[in-house]
């Protein structure tokens, strides 16, 4: 009764603020997830990434090594298949292990399509989350000592940050963009959460390192202290296109080489699409109990695709540049159609990606979505590329685009629905909605 009454009041409160906010940036109250009846967060078993390393490492198919400056860092990366070359650093003090933090010990942050690992150096665990296909965002801590054979532990209070309005309301990843003093204290009064591909850069990197070229562009990075705050007016671009950070601390404590832009970029694309994922999962499973159907989900719906669509994305004004061997294994994960695209191709010199639709929709987190709701959205994305979808949210995506992403997704994901594999369909798409006109 008592989650009837919460479902009940979290369906009005959404109809509520679909009147103020037509998509998740205003729905960002809290789901229920930790009701038993539904999604019953803290009590499943989750079955990500790291439950699968555990599963290897405790039957003995996997053997971490402790590295005695790095601890299992190195190790981890290798085992999760996370490259060095994303590394980010962090130095705001935003996370449990605040007090270890500082400009001049970062936590670093190293990420692929489904994991994310927190180190700080010095720290007595590494912090970890990964996207699990029914759970959402799931958090780990793992001791830093050395044992034959280590043990993840779920840490569950981590959502009292990570699930939460920042997060969407469901459990996740944030990224955020705060000043802080010379020792990391954070200004609240000084922040923009949470951070996205729609935040525009002069907004972004307060509290972080940030190394990569990008021309006239200016952003918040490697900022310390309130003096740095006033030159940045000034001087607004004294800190940036920095391809170093020596001047900073000692870099030698981190196994990889800067704080790179392109992860970064990614990062804050990836980190939200896996909030929407979740929370469009949730939201179908509780709509499904309570009403049976999904139609109180329809702009919902709408926000996500244009989130997966990067409609709202901040142009770039110059080209961006990171680090080559971040930007080589990115691409490299495909998958590739026969002519050789893959959505994972960046293009970097007016937005992210040369064909904009999220690489996440190759992931397992968008395939555990109920059916009901998957078969849905592929619906409206068919519609979208094929021009048959006039709105207005939509109506940028130019008609090359919508042909290229059709096209690599008939040759790239598996199990689409017929309708999406018929020749007359696609060459509907080839005119595109402008020559409808
Ligand atoms: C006080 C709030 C807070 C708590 C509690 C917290 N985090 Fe975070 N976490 C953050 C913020 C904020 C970021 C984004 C980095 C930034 O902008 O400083 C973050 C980022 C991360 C990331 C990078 C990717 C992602 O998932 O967003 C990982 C991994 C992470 N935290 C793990 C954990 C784990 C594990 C715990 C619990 C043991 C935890 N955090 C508890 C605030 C918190």
């Not at 702009?299 to 990171?322: D, H, I, N």
């Not at 849905?376 to 979208?384: F, K």
């Not at 290229?404 to 005119?431: F, G, R």
Request: glycine letters at 8%; proline letters at 6%.
């Amino acid at each position: 009764m008592r989650l009837f009454c919460q479902i009940v009041f979290a369906a009005a409160a959404l109809l509520t603020l679909r009147a103020g906010a037509d998509d998740f940036q205003g729905s960002t109250h809290k789901v229920p997830y930790d009701e038993e009846e539904v999604i019953d967060y803290s009590r499943q078993p989750a079955s990500g990434p790291i439950e699968k390393l555990q599963g290897r490492i405790d039957r003995g198919e996997v053997k971490l090594k402790f590295d005695p400056k790095f601890g299992w860092l190195p190790s981890l990366l290798d085992a999760l298949n996370v490259p060095k070359s994303s590394q980010m650093l962090v130095f705001s003090k935003t996370s449990l292990q605040r007090q270890f933090i500082t400009p001049q010990n970062p936590r670093a942050l190293y990420f692929n399509d489904d994991v994310y690992l927190g180190f700080i150096p010095g720290a007595p665990v590494m912090e970890v989350s990964a996207a699990d296909p029914k759970l959402g965002g799931v958090f780990y801590t793992l001791a830093l000592e050395a044992d034959e054979k280590p043990k993840f532990l779920r840490a569950n209070d981590c959502t009292t940050c990570h699930g939460a309005a920042k997060t969407l309301g469901v459990p996740g990843h944030l990224v955020r963009s705060i000043a802080t003093d010379e020792v990391g204290e954070i200004d609240q009064s000084n922040e923009i959460s949470y951070i996205t591909h729609r935040t525009p850069f002069a907004d972004r990197w307060g509290g972080w390192y940030v190394t990569g070229q990008h021309g006239e562009q200016v952003h918040r990075g490697n900022l310390i202290g309130a003096k740095a705050f006033i030159n940045f007016e000034k001087e607004p671009r004294a800190k940036g296109n920095l391809t170093d950070l020596g001047q900073f601390f000692d870099q030698g404590k981190y196994p990889g080489h800067g704080s790179d832009i392109v992860a970064l970029m990614v990062l804050e694309h990836q980190g939200q699409m896996h909030n929407y994922i979740t929370r469009l999962n949730f939201e179908t499973r509780i709509m499904m109990r309570t009403y049976g159907h999904i139609r109180y989900l329809r702009t919902q719906v709408a926000g996500f695709l244009r989130y997966l669509l990067y409609t709202e994305e901040e142009p770039l004004t110059a080209p961006v540049a990171g680090n080559p061997g971040y930007v080589k294994w990115f691409a490299a994960q495909g998958p590739r159609d026969p002519q050789g695209r893959s959505l994972r191709d960046f293009d970097l010199q007016t937005r992210m990606f040369k064909y904009p639709c999220s690489y996440l929709i190759h992931s397992e987190a968008f395939d555990a979505i109920p059916a009901v709701m998957r078969d849905h959205l592929l619906r409206r994305l068919h519609d979208i590329l094929t021009g048959k979808d006039t709105s207005e949210d939509f109506a940028k995506i130019s008609a090359e685009d919508r042909k290229n992403i059709l096209e690599i997704l008939v040759a790239t994901k598996p199990n689409l629905p017929d309708y999406w594999k018929t020749p007359k369909l696609a060459s509907d798409a080839k005119a595109g909605p402008d020559a409808r006109e």
